[in-house]
Antibody
Framework: QVQLVESGGDLVRPGGSLRLSCTGSGFAFSDYYMTWIRQVPGKGLEFLSYISGTGNTIHYADSVQGRFTISKDKGENSMYLQMSSLRVEDTAIYYC???????????????WGHGTRVTVSS | DIQMTQSPSSLSASVGDRVTITCRAGQRINSYLSWYQQKPGKAPQLLIYAASTLHSGVPSRFSGSGSGPDFTLTITNLQPEDFATYYCQQSYTGISFGQGTRLEIE
């Protein structure tokens, strides 16, 4: 069964750091671009970052550029989001998502994790 | 980033109704347009991709159309389980989502 599971969400102080994980099963991460998307509770969806199957292509939204780092561990079929200099406005549910088809990012997201909650508060 | 604007932001309808949600792209996106349904506490679920292709397992009462800049999601014969929030998303240049349309029971 193809699925994604996020973990690592927590309560963290402003300025702090946190590392989120996304582990996949039923498919090979190396075949797909993988993406992080977040949602402030009660609000819309916001793209954050993607990483190619090889890990050679990475892109960030302006809102997290320079603060967040995406990476992947091919051997473990896992992806990570290292978040630093966290702000109150980073409070959200963080989802990892996989495109419908392998090979590119210009696609719909057919597989989503259940999300992990990050709360940034003093 | 390409701005995606959905309308309306919310709407009320009854079981059995037909509803249409519109998504306008701020620039050309060809047919790189997808629609998602999200229920409270759950992750979004893909309904339609490539503007009009129904994702596997999605009921045929859902349909998508348009080729830019305006796209529509139509739900015919609304069922109780269809009351949710709907998002459009473009993947032509980068990735961006509409702000969502909340479909409520009238």
């Amino acid at each position: 069964q193809v699925q994604l599971v996020e973990s690592g969400g927590d309560l963290v102080r402003p300025g702090g750091s946190l590392r989120l994980s996304c582990t996949g099963s039923g498919f090979a991460f190396s075949d797909y671009y993988m993406t992080w998307i977040r949602q402030v509770p009660g609000k819309g969806l916001e793209f954050l970052s993607y990483i190619s199957g090889t890990g050679n292509t990475i892109h960030y939204a302006d809102s997290v550029q320079g603060r967040f780092t995406i990476s992947k561990d091919k051997g473990e079929n896992s992806m990570y989001l290292q978040m630093s200099s966290l702000r109150v406005e980073d409070t959200a549910i963080y989802y990892c998502a996989r495109p419908l088809r392998g090979g590119g990012i210009s696609d719909a997201f057919s597989i989503w994790g259940h999300g992990t909650r990050v709360t940034v508060s003093s | 980033d390409i701005q995606m604007t959905q309308s309306p932001s919310s709407l009320s309808a009854s079981v059995g109704d037909r509803v249409t949600i519109t998504c306008r792209a701020g620039q050309r996106i060809n047919s790189y347009l997808s629609w998602y349904q999200q229920k409270p506490g759950k992750a979004p679920q893909l309904l339609i991709y490539a503007a009009s292709t129904l994702h596997s397992g999605v009921p045929s009462r859902f349909s998508g159309s348009g080729s830019g800049p305006d796209f529509t999601l139509t739900i015919t014969n609304l069922q109780p389980e269809d009351f949710a929030t709907y998002y459009c998303q473009q993947s032509y240049t980068g990735i961006s989502f509409g702000q969502g349309t909340r479909l409520e029971i009238e």
